[in-house]
Protein backbone atom coordinates (compact mmCIF):
# COMPACT_ATOMS: atom_id res chain seq x y z
CA UNK A 1 0.00 0.00 0.00
CA UNK A 2 2.53 2.48 0.97
CA UNK A 3 4.38 2.20 -2.54
CA UNK A 4 1.24 2.49 -4.09
CA UNK A 5 0.80 5.58 -2.14
CA UNK A 6 4.45 6.63 -3.77
CA UNK A 7 4.02 6.20 -7.24
CA UNK A 8 0.85 8.00 -7.22
CA UNK A 9 2.77 11.32 -5.35
CA UNK A 10 5.47 10.86 -7.83
CA UNK A 11 2.92 10.65 -11.06
CA UNK A 12 1.28 13.62 -9.46
CA UNK A 13 4.78 15.23 -8.96
CA UNK A 14 5.59 14.51 -12.91
CA UNK A 15 2.55 15.97 -14.39
CA UNK A 16 2.42 19.05 -12.32
CA UNK A 17 6.09 19.65 -13.22
CA UNK A 18 5.64 19.38 -16.33
CA UNK A 19 2.59 21.44 -16.71
CA UNK A 20 4.50 24.41 -15.43
CA UNK A 21 5.93 26.82 -17.74
CA UNK A 22 9.82 25.94 -17.99
CA UNK A 23 10.40 30.19 -17.39
CA UNK A 24 9.59 32.53 -15.56
CA UNK A 25 8.69 34.93 -18.19
CA UNK A 26 7.63 32.33 -20.45
CA UNK A 27 3.52 33.26 -21.33
CA UNK A 28 1.18 31.49 -19.85
CA UNK A 29 -2.16 31.26 -22.03
CA UNK A 30 -5.35 32.62 -20.52
CA UNK A 31 -8.27 30.05 -21.94
CA UNK A 32 -10.88 30.27 -18.80
CA UNK A 33 -15.10 30.40 -19.93
CA UNK A 34 -16.15 33.61 -18.21
CA UNK A 35 -18.23 31.92 -16.14
CA UNK A 36 -14.95 30.03 -14.39
CA UNK A 37 -13.80 33.78 -13.57
CA UNK A 38 -16.94 35.07 -11.97
CA UNK A 39 -16.36 32.67 -9.56
CA UNK A 40 -12.72 32.36 -8.85
CA UNK A 41 -12.29 36.56 -8.16
CA UNK A 42 -15.49 36.45 -5.80
CA UNK A 43 -16.53 39.63 -7.96
CA UNK A 44 -20.55 40.44 -6.25
CA UNK A 45 -22.97 40.64 -9.03
CA UNK A 46 -23.74 44.44 -9.32
CA UNK A 47 -19.78 45.29 -10.00
CA UNK A 48 -19.37 42.72 -13.16
CA UNK A 49 -19.13 43.76 -16.61
CA UNK A 50 -19.20 41.53 -19.34
CA UNK A 51 -16.69 42.85 -21.03
CA UNK A 52 -14.75 42.21 -18.39
CA UNK A 53 -14.63 38.26 -18.83
CA UNK A 54 -15.01 37.65 -22.45
CA UNK A 55 -12.29 35.44 -23.15
CA UNK A 56 -10.00 36.98 -25.30
CA UNK A 57 -7.55 35.16 -27.55
CA UNK A 58 -4.67 36.62 -27.25
CA UNK A 59 -4.59 37.44 -23.80
CA UNK A 60 -1.21 35.62 -21.75
CA UNK A 61 0.26 36.28 -18.49
CA UNK A 62 3.74 36.14 -17.31
CA UNK A 63 4.90 35.15 -14.49
CA UNK A 64 7.79 35.60 -11.84
CA UNK A 65 9.68 38.34 -13.76
CA UNK A 66 8.50 41.47 -10.66
CA UNK A 67 10.22 39.70 -7.67
CA UNK A 68 8.31 38.27 -4.72
CA UNK A 69 5.17 39.81 -3.30
CA UNK A 70 3.25 39.67 -0.01
CA UNK A 71 -0.03 37.60 -1.19
CA UNK A 72 -2.27 38.64 1.74
CA UNK A 73 -1.45 42.36 0.79
CA UNK A 74 -2.25 42.03 -2.98
CA UNK A 75 -5.76 39.93 -2.82
CA UNK A 76 -6.22 43.63 -0.28
CA UNK A 77 -4.95 45.67 -2.81
CA UNK A 78 -7.64 43.79 -5.19
CA UNK A 79 -10.49 44.03 -2.58
CA UNK A 80 -9.36 47.49 -2.39
CA UNK A 81 -9.13 48.61 -6.38
CA UNK A 82 -12.97 46.82 -6.41
CA UNK A 83 -14.21 49.61 -4.17
CA UNK A 84 -12.18 52.66 -6.19
CA UNK A 85 -15.08 55.11 -7.75
CA UNK A 86 -13.93 56.46 -10.95
CA UNK A 87 -12.49 56.07 -13.83
CA UNK A 88 -8.31 55.47 -13.85
CA UNK A 89 -7.06 56.98 -16.87
CA UNK A 90 -3.09 57.22 -18.57
CA UNK A 91 -1.31 58.60 -21.06
CA UNK A 92 0.29 56.76 -23.96
CA UNK A 93 3.23 54.27 -22.74
CA UNK A 94 3.02 55.35 -18.76
CA UNK A 95 2.01 52.98 -16.08
CA UNK A 96 0.96 53.61 -12.78
CA UNK A 97 0.91 52.35 -9.23
CA UNK A 98 -2.93 52.08 -7.89
CA UNK A 99 -1.88 49.93 -4.87
CA UNK A 100 0.84 49.15 -2.77
CA UNK A 101 1.25 47.48 0.61
CA UNK A 102 4.56 46.28 2.34
CA UNK A 103 6.29 46.41 -0.91
CA UNK A 104 3.65 44.22 -2.77
CA UNK A 105 2.40 46.37 -5.87
CA UNK A 106 -0.90 46.63 -8.56
CA UNK A 107 0.35 48.75 -11.54
CA UNK A 108 -1.54 49.04 -14.65
CA UNK A 109 0.21 50.27 -18.13
CA UNK A 110 -1.24 51.72 -21.17
CA UNK A 111 0.40 49.99 -24.37
CA UNK A 112 -0.96 52.58 -27.08
CA UNK A 113 0.36 55.87 -28.15
CA UNK A 114 -2.97 58.09 -27.16
CA UNK A 115 -4.68 58.45 -23.48
CA UNK A 116 -7.42 56.01 -22.73
CA UNK A 117 -9.04 55.13 -19.86
CA UNK A 118 -10.94 52.25 -18.14
CA UNK A 119 -14.42 51.63 -17.24
CA UNK A 120 -13.24 51.11 -13.72
CA UNK A 121 -10.75 50.20 -11.19
CA UNK A 122 -12.37 46.35 -10.97
CA UNK A 123 -10.44 45.73 -14.59
CA UNK A 124 -7.35 45.94 -12.48
CA UNK A 125 -8.16 44.28 -9.91
CA UNK A 126 -9.77 41.37 -11.90
CA UNK A 127 -6.21 41.63 -13.98
CA UNK A 128 -4.08 41.03 -10.85
CA UNK A 129 -6.46 38.57 -9.46
CA UNK A 130 -5.78 36.62 -12.83
CA UNK A 131 -2.26 37.09 -12.46
CA UNK A 132 -2.40 35.86 -8.60
CA UNK A 133 -4.02 32.99 -9.62
CA UNK A 134 -1.68 31.85 -12.44
CA UNK A 135 1.40 32.69 -10.93
CA UNK A 136 1.44 31.96 -7.19
CA UNK A 137 1.71 28.35 -7.33
CA UNK A 138 5.09 29.02 -9.22
CA UNK A 139 6.74 31.96 -9.76
CA UNK A 140 6.12 34.27 -6.05
CA UNK A 141 2.99 35.65 -7.20
CA UNK A 142 4.30 37.98 -9.33
CA UNK A 143 3.36 38.91 -12.93
CA UNK A 144 2.25 40.61 -15.80
CA UNK A 145 -1.21 40.25 -17.57
CA UNK A 146 -1.51 41.50 -21.71
CA UNK A 147 -5.13 42.64 -22.52
CA UNK A 148 -5.51 42.20 -26.20
CA UNK A 149 -6.28 45.84 -26.07
CA UNK A 150 -3.42 47.10 -25.42
CA UNK A 151 -3.11 47.89 -21.56
CA UNK A 152 -1.28 45.18 -18.71
CA UNK A 153 -2.09 44.78 -15.19
CA UNK A 154 1.09 44.24 -13.20
CA UNK A 155 1.72 42.61 -9.67
CA UNK A 156 5.52 43.58 -8.93
CA UNK A 157 7.73 44.15 -6.06
CA UNK A 158 7.98 48.12 -6.19
CA UNK A 159 12.06 47.78 -6.26
CA UNK A 160 12.11 45.55 -9.40
CA UNK A 161 9.98 47.94 -11.35
CA UNK A 162 12.54 51.12 -10.93
CA UNK A 163 9.73 52.86 -8.70
CA UNK A 164 11.47 54.34 -5.99
CA UNK A 165 8.92 54.91 -3.71
CA UNK A 166 8.28 51.68 -1.64
CA UNK A 167 5.34 51.18 0.07
Not at 1 to 24: E, F, G, N
Not at 46 to 68: A, I, K, M, P
Amino acid sequence: MHSLVMILLLAVLALTASAAPSQPNEPVPIRVPSSVFDTAIEQPDNQVNSTNFQLREYEHVTCGDWGDVDVPEIEVGIDYLRGVKGEPHLDGHTCERVSCSWNSGIYWCNDRNTHRHLPGYYNIADGAAVILRTCQPVFGSTGTLYHNDDWRAIIARPSNTGDDKNC
